[in-house]
Protein backbone atom coordinates (compact mmCIF):
# COMPACT_ATOMS: atom_id res chain seq x y z
CA UNK A 1 0.00 0.00 0.00
CA UNK A 2 1.12 3.22 -0.68
CA UNK A 3 1.96 5.93 1.72
CA UNK A 4 1.75 2.61 4.65
CA UNK A 5 5.24 3.27 6.57
CA UNK A 6 5.10 4.89 9.64
CA UNK A 7 7.45 7.19 11.38
CA UNK A 8 8.57 8.54 14.31
CA UNK A 9 10.20 11.88 14.59
CA UNK A 10 12.38 12.92 16.80
CA UNK A 11 13.31 16.25 17.87
CA UNK A 12 17.77 16.37 18.43
CA UNK A 13 18.02 18.48 21.71
CA UNK A 14 16.42 17.05 24.93
CA UNK A 15 15.21 14.13 23.16
CA UNK A 16 17.88 12.05 21.34
CA UNK A 17 20.34 14.29 23.00
CA UNK A 18 20.81 15.91 26.39
CA UNK A 19 20.49 19.72 26.34
CA UNK A 20 22.46 21.70 28.32
CA UNK A 21 20.18 24.84 29.85
CA UNK A 22 21.19 28.20 30.38
CA UNK A 23 18.59 30.27 32.39
CA UNK A 24 16.31 27.64 32.52
CA UNK A 25 16.32 27.71 28.49
CA UNK A 26 17.72 24.66 26.74
CA UNK A 27 20.79 25.54 24.37
CA UNK A 28 22.22 22.93 21.75
CA UNK A 29 25.92 21.74 21.89
CA UNK A 30 28.86 22.94 19.70
CA UNK A 31 31.16 20.33 19.64
CA UNK A 32 31.03 16.35 19.33
CA UNK A 33 32.80 16.26 22.69
CA UNK A 34 29.88 17.82 24.67
CA UNK A 35 27.45 14.80 22.89
CA UNK A 36 25.58 12.77 25.52
CA UNK A 37 22.29 10.88 24.47
CA UNK A 38 19.40 10.60 26.75
CA UNK A 39 19.16 7.59 29.07
CA UNK A 40 17.40 4.92 27.19
CA UNK A 41 17.26 6.29 23.81
CA UNK A 42 19.46 3.75 22.18
CA UNK A 43 17.14 0.96 23.23
CA UNK A 44 13.80 3.02 22.28
CA UNK A 45 15.78 3.80 18.97
CA UNK A 46 16.28 -0.29 18.72
CA UNK A 47 12.41 -1.17 19.70
CA UNK A 48 10.85 0.76 17.10
CA UNK A 49 13.01 0.08 14.67
CA UNK A 50 12.15 -3.31 15.33
CA UNK A 51 8.21 -2.49 15.30
CA UNK A 52 9.15 -0.98 11.32
CA UNK A 53 9.01 2.70 12.30
CA UNK A 54 10.91 4.76 10.35
CA UNK A 55 13.45 6.82 12.66
CA UNK A 56 13.92 10.31 11.45
CA UNK A 57 15.62 12.87 13.26
CA UNK A 58 13.91 17.08 12.69
CA UNK A 59 15.85 19.78 14.63
CA UNK A 60 16.35 23.43 13.96
CA UNK A 61 19.47 24.66 14.82
CA UNK A 62 19.64 28.41 14.50
CA UNK A 63 22.53 28.77 16.01
CA UNK A 64 24.20 28.54 12.45
CA UNK A 65 22.61 31.22 11.25
CA UNK A 66 22.95 33.51 14.75
CA UNK A 67 27.24 33.05 13.90
CA UNK A 68 27.56 30.79 17.35
CA UNK A 69 28.72 27.43 15.50
CA UNK A 70 29.61 26.53 12.34
CA UNK A 71 27.39 24.41 9.62
CA UNK A 72 30.10 22.18 9.81
CA UNK A 73 30.24 21.53 13.78
CA UNK A 74 26.17 21.02 13.37
CA UNK A 75 26.50 18.32 10.56
CA UNK A 76 29.40 16.39 12.54
CA UNK A 77 27.03 15.88 15.81
CA UNK A 78 23.73 14.77 13.79
CA UNK A 79 25.79 12.31 11.55
CA UNK A 80 27.49 10.86 14.72
CA UNK A 81 23.83 10.89 16.39
CA UNK A 82 22.31 9.31 12.80
CA UNK A 83 24.58 6.33 13.22
CA UNK A 84 24.60 5.63 16.49
CA UNK A 85 21.15 5.74 16.94
CA UNK A 86 20.82 3.91 13.31
CA UNK A 87 18.28 6.53 12.39
CA UNK A 88 16.99 6.52 8.83
CA UNK A 89 17.45 10.16 8.17
CA UNK A 90 17.65 13.65 9.36
CA UNK A 91 16.39 17.15 8.14
CA UNK A 92 17.93 20.32 9.76
CA UNK A 93 16.08 23.92 9.49
CA UNK A 94 19.60 26.36 10.15
CA UNK A 95 17.29 29.81 9.92
CA UNK A 96 16.33 31.50 13.11
CA UNK A 97 13.56 33.10 10.96
CA UNK A 98 9.88 31.24 12.71
CA UNK A 99 7.97 31.84 9.43
CA UNK A 100 10.67 29.83 7.47
CA UNK A 101 8.19 27.02 6.45
CA UNK A 102 10.70 24.24 7.46
CA UNK A 103 11.60 25.78 11.42
CA UNK A 104 9.96 23.72 13.73
CA UNK A 105 6.67 24.16 14.61
CA UNK A 106 6.00 24.44 10.30
CA UNK A 107 5.66 21.39 8.44
CA UNK A 108 8.70 21.89 6.21
CA UNK A 109 10.87 18.99 7.39
CA UNK A 110 8.07 16.43 7.88
CA UNK A 111 6.07 17.07 4.47
CA UNK A 112 9.39 16.89 2.79
CA UNK A 113 10.25 13.40 4.65
CA UNK A 114 6.31 12.29 3.85
CA UNK A 115 7.68 12.70 0.30
CA UNK A 116 11.06 10.91 0.89
CA UNK A 117 9.94 8.30 2.61
CA UNK A 118 6.10 7.59 1.58
CA UNK A 119 5.40 8.46 4.63
CA UNK A 120 1.82 7.89 6.35
CA UNK A 121 1.29 10.84 8.57
CA UNK A 122 -2.03 9.87 10.44
CA UNK A 123 -0.12 6.75 11.39
CA UNK A 124 3.26 8.65 12.45
CA UNK A 125 4.40 10.64 15.40
CA UNK A 126 6.57 13.07 16.54
CA UNK A 127 8.49 13.35 19.68
CA UNK A 128 9.72 17.26 21.19
CA UNK A 129 10.61 18.59 24.63
CA UNK A 130 9.38 21.96 24.07
CA UNK A 131 5.89 23.19 22.16
CA UNK A 132 8.31 24.29 19.35
CA UNK A 133 9.35 20.92 18.41
CA UNK A 134 5.23 20.26 17.62
CA UNK A 135 2.86 22.95 18.13
CA UNK A 136 0.47 23.63 15.62
Given at each position: ?????R??F?????????????K??PK???????LK??N??????N?Y??KNF?L?M??N??D???GK?S?K????I??????K?G?N????C????D??F?R??N??M???????H???L??SF????????IG?
Open positions: MVNSKAILDRDGVLIEAPTINKSIKKLKEFIGIISFCYKKIIVTQPVSRTKNVVENNFIKKLLDLFVYSNDKNNKPPGVLKSKSKKLNKKIIGDRWRDV
